[in-house]
T-cell receptor, first 114, second 112 residues
Framework: DAGVTQSPTHLIKTRGQQVTLRCSPK?????VSWYQQALGQGPQFIFQ???????QRGNFPDRFSGHQFPNYSSELNVNALLLGDSALYLC?????????????FGPGTRLTVT | RKEVEQDPGPFNVPEGATVAFNCTYS??????FFWYRQDCRKEPKLLMS???SGNEDGRFTAQLNRASQYISLLIRDSKLSDSATYLC?????????????FGSGTRLSIRP
């Protein structure tokens, strides 16, 4: 049973560039959420996708956008990168119905902006 | 006031000790509560959901106090492997489309 996978694992970008991060949810899950985790902080909710639409959004600027594909995988795009965007980006998946909607996290993509 | 607040620690306790963390939340309409564990430079992993009646999983006990708006995690007979950051998570409703808030985490270090 494949868990949540993310790619790439590490990424180094320059200020002003654009980045795309990818996530495949756990088998049987159809809802994907993205989080940003700065060093020493808890994960901050960016947005959540279900049925290929953004369902909820946290306090992140429009530079952060996403997409969900028919196979439930998802992408996170960040435009005009700032130094402050350096963080661990986590993807979490959950089933829409049933259970208590516990989320399962992927290993994350560590983004460094220089 | 933060929506979800945790004591950042670090808690430094000897092996075998009992340790407890609290987490307070500001939204009285919150419906779902979880504890996650995160090891250094790893992803958070679900430790346990927190139910209204309280729940236990081995050495771990979680409690919810809706009146005072806090959840707690108790770890008995702590092991060296329990050293990690413990994250409290609060969700607005069981619906998928509800806000999910993480606390900043409580660091726990178990010493031999």
């Amino acid at each position: 049973d494949a868990g949540v996978t993310q790619s790439p694992t590490h990424l180094i970008k320059t200020r002003g560039q654009q980045v795309t991060l990818r996530c495949s949810p756990k088998s049987g899950h159809d809802t994907v959420s993205w989080y940003q985790q700065a060093l020493g902080q808890g994960p901050q909710f960016i947005f959540q996708y279900y049925e290929e639409e953004e369902r909820q959004r946290g306090n992140f600027p429009d530079r952060f956008s996403g997409h969900q594909f028919p196979n439930y995988s998802s992408e996170l795009n960040v435009n005009a990168l700032l130094l402050g965007d350096s963080a661990l980006y986590l993807c979490a998946s959950s089933p829409k119905t049933g259970g208590n909607n516990e989320q399962y996290f992927g290993p994350g993509t560590r983004l460094t902006v220089t | 006031r933060k929506e979800v607040e945790q004591d950042p620690g670090p808690f430094n306790v000897p092996e075998g000790a009992t340790v407890a963390f609290n987490c307070t939340y500001s939204n009285s309409a919150s419906q779902s509560f979880f504890w996650y564990r995160q090891d250094c430079r790893k992803e958070p992993k679900l430790l346990m959901s927190v139910y209204s009646s309280g729940n236990e999983d081995g050495r771990f006990t979680a409690q919810l106090n809706r009146a005072s708006q806090y959840i707690s995690l108790l770890i008995r007979d702590s092991k060296l492997s329990d050293s990690a950051t413990y994250l409290c998570v609060v969700k607005g409703s069981p619906s998928s489309a509800s806000k999910i808030i993480f606390g900043s985490g409580t660091r726990l270090s178990i010493r031999p």
